[in-house]
C-alpha cells in the first residue's frame, strides 16, 4: 500500500498570502496525484490532477507541482473562502489519500 | 445537472448487512469508472472500493474484502454496494464517486453521501 504523507497538519495563513501545503508519498506515483478541498458540512471538490492540472472551474490561484514522491499545492493569494482541508491522493496503484492538511485564516 | 446521488444509509447492528445505491444523472455513466469511499467522523478519506465501466473489473480495500461488492446497472445508471458482516468501524459517510477518466484515475464528481452507522 503506497501510504501519502501530508504536512503540515495545520497551516496558519493571513489572507492574501501563498499558502504552500506539500504531500509525500512513500514510493514514486509518477505524476498520478490529486488534490480535494473539502469545506465544512461539504463533499471533497477536485482541484488539481495529473500533479498539475486544474479542475474546470478552479481558480488559477490554485497551482500543483511535483513528481515521483515529492508533490505541493499552493494557493498564491489566500481568501477567506478557500479554508477547508486539503487532501491530496495517489492512483498510480490503486487509491490513497494522505491524512488531510486543515487550513485556517491567521 | 451533473449530480450524484446515494441513499441507503442506515443505523445497523454489528454483524447485519446493508445495500447502499447512487443514481448518477448528466453525464453518460457508462463511460466512466465508478468508486466509494468513505469518512468516518472527523477523519479523513479512504478509498473502498471501485468498478470499472462494464462491471469487468472491481477493486476493493483490503479493510473491506470478502465483506462488500461493489456493482453497477448502467441501463438504470446507477451503482451499489452490498456490505455485510458490518463492524462498528464501517461507520462512516460513504460517498459515491465518478473517475475523471476510464478507470482507476483521479474522482471529479462527488455525491453528497449516506450515512452508515454500525452500533449495538
Known amino acids: 500500500e503506497i501510504v501519502m504523507t501530508q504536512s503540515p497538519v495545520t497551516l496558519s495563513v493571513s489572507p492574501g498570502e501563498r499558502a504552500t501545503l506539500s504531500c509525500r508519498a512513500s514510493?514514486?506515483?509518477?505524476?498520478?496525484v490529486a488534490w480535494y478541498q473539502q469545506k465544512r458540512g461539504q463533499a471533497p471538490r477536485l482541484l488539481i490532477y495529473g500533479a498539475s492540472i486544474r479542475a474546470t472551474g478552479i481558480p488559477a490561484r490554485f497551482s500543483g507541482s511535483g513528481s515521483g514522491t515529492e508533490f505541493t499545492l499552493t494557493i498564491s493569494i489566500l481568501q477567506s473562502e478557500d479554508i477547508a482541508i486539503y487532501y491530496c491522493?495517489?492512483?498510480?496503484?490503486?487509491?490513497?489519500f494522505g491524512q488531510g492538511t486543515k487550513l485556517e485564516i491567521k | 445537472e451533473v449530480q450524484l446521488v446515494e441513499s441507503g444509509g442506515a443505523l445497523v447492528q454489528p454483524g447485519r448487512s446493508l445495500r447502499l445505491s447512487c443514481v448518477a444523472s448528466g453525464f453518460t455513466f457508462d463511460d466512466y469508472g465508478m468508486h466509494w469511499v468513505r469518512q468516518a467522523p472527523g477523519k479523513g478519506l479512504e478509498w473502498v472500493s471501485g468498478?470499472?465501466?462494464?462491471?469487468?473489473?472491481?477493486d476493493y480495500a483490503d479493510s473491506v474484502k470478502g465483506r462488500f461488492t461493489i456493482s453497477r446497472d448502467n441501463a438504470k445508471n446507477s451503482l451499489y454496494l452490498q456490505m455485510n458482516s458490518l463492524r462498528p468501524e464501517d461507520t462512516a459517510l460513504y460517498y459515491c464517486?465518478?473517475?475523471?477518466?476510464?478507470?482507476?484515475?483521479?474522482?471529479?464528481?462527488w455525491g453528497p453521501g449516506t450515512q452508515v452507522t454500525v452500533s449495538s
Open positions: 468498478i470499472s465501466w462494464n462491471s469487468g473489473s472491481t
Open positions: 514510493q514514486s506515483v509518477s505524476s498520478n
Open positions: 491522493q495517489q492512483y498510480n496503484k490503486r487509491h490513497s
Open positions: 464517486v465518478k473517475d475523471g477518466v476510464g478507470f482507476g484515475w483521479y474522482f471529479d464528481l
